[in-house]
């Protein structure tokens, strides 16, 4: 990645000089409108979403570049004002080196799991979950283990909330009401009726009767919910005071349930 990045920086600086170096108000030549084309067009289809997935880049900065890329491309089939590619140009290359080349060269040395756990996490589609996860991928790669797992449960429980809310509030806290009332089976001690009616107010059931209300909707069973309830006991070992040690493994092993069992899973689409 660095080394593309390096070459398309060169590429552009060339290109710029090119440009600037035109006598005539508009860009009259085809190689150079094709060298833009050609630039543009490599960020869409190969640069830019190999920078979605590094854990230091945040997904706004790719998005403002996309933006100028955009419009050099309608510049291209346009006016091809001289001006205005040396304009945009240079808001490319303003800060190039220090947004996208900068952070990769300086980023410390993944380890094994974590580059396993920027894998795994690779191309979710959420937006507000990304900014979760790539958090969470760069907490990880500094070591900070436990604050990894607090924003990836934040992910989530964001994900499980907007499920709820596209299944119906009506059902959940019909279907709590009804396990309230139970006296035998599974969900006899449960005893934490809801009455949310709106996502900030579903924000304050406790997300460990969330667990159990989705069981009880049946969008989870049995072993999904136990599995869930572990990764919420390590995220919350993780957000508190204790002793007890987050490893790799422990972060591979939570990570790889609730992307399995949440992100990934249709039933969670939201």
Not at 12 to 40: H, Y
Not at 44 to 65: D, M, Q
Not at 136 to 157: D, F, M, S
Not at 243 to 266: G, K, Q, T
């Amino acid at each position: 990645m660095l080394d593309q990045l390096q070459e398309l920086l060169g590429e552009l600086r060339q290109l710029k000089r090119d440009v600037s170096r035109e006598p005539g108000p508009r860009i009259a030549k085809s190689g150079l409108r094709k060298r833009a084309e050609a630039s543009a067009t490599h960020w869409f289809s190969t640069i830019s979403p190999e920078l979605a997935k590094h854990p230091l880049i945040a997904a706004e900065t790719i998005e403002r570049y996309s933006s100028s890329y955009a419009i050099l491309l309608k510049l291209i089939r346009s006016n091809n004002l001289r001006s205005r590619y040396l304009e945009v140009l240079a808001s490319i290359l303003k800060r190039f080196h220090d947004d996208l080349i900068l952070p990769i060269q300086t980023e410390p040395k993944l380890t094994r799991g974590v580059s396993e756990l920027a894998r795994m996490l690779a191309g979710l589609p959420n937006a507000e979950e990304d900014t979760y996860l790539q958090e969470a991928i760069a907490c990880a790669g500094h070591g900070y283990l436990r604050a990894a797992a607090v924003l990836g449960w934040c992910a989530a429980i964001d994900r499980i909330h907007r499920a709820i809310e596209k299944v119906g509030f009506a059902k959940f806290n019909s279907t709590s009401q009804q396990m309230a009332a139970a006296t035998t089976g599974r969900f006899k001690r449960f005893n934490s009726p809801t009455n949310a009616n709106t996502l900030s107010e579903l924000r304050e059931v406790f997300d460990s009767n969330i667990l159990w209300i989705l069981e009880g909707m049946q969008l989870i069973d049995g072993n999904q919910h136990t599995r869930l309830r572990s990764c919420f006991e390590l995220r919350c070992q993780s957000g508190h005071p204790g002793d007890a040690p987050v490893s790799e493994y422990n972060l591979l092993s939570f990570f790889s349930d609730i992307n399995l069992i949440i992100l990934r899973n249709p039933t969670f689409v939201s």
